[in-house]
């Protein structure tokens, strides 16, 4: 069984693997490049229909945490941590799958196990 180059690439020797080389440094640069950006941009979400609002870099870091003085009932402590605990969880699981998405687009979504 021969082993198959992805499309585009042929066997024409060491000026072929230059080429590929360089295209692969390319991709590490423009990869290092948006990751920097994705870990700067934030994103926002809320529950209790805007009672709390959360919103995270792309690093998963909080960096703002809004909650509505008329959710905050001392007998009913649990629900805001449930509301606190929705609003946080989404706004990280956008980051991430905002960073997956990108990341994919440079990558071709070619699977790198440990890079993002």
């Given amino acids: 069984m021969k082993a198959r180059l992805p ?3 042929s ?8 080429s590929m080389l360089k295209q692969a440094q ?3 640069e423009d990869m290092a490049a948006l990751q920097e950006a994705l870990d700067a941009r934030e994103y926002s979400a809320s529950s209790g229909g805007g009672a709390v609002t959360a919103t995270v870099t ?3 870091n909080i960096t703002k945490l809004e909650i509505k003085p008329e959710v905050v ?5 649990e629900m805001l941590a449930d509301l606190v605990m ?4 989404e706004a990280i699981r956008q980051a991430a799958e905002n960073s997956e998405a990108e990341m994919s687009k440079i990558s ?3 699977s790198m196990p440990g890079l993002f």
């Fill in 58 to 60: 792309g690093k998963h």
């Fill in 73 to 77: 009932d001392p007998e009913d402590v």
């Fill in 26 to 28: 390319k991709m590490q």
């Fill in 108 to 110: 071709g979504g070619l």
């Fill in 7 to 9: 499309q585009g690439y």
């Fill in 86 to 89: 929705a609003a946080v969880n």
């Fill in 11 to 18: 066997n024409k020797g060491p000026g072929n693997m230059q």
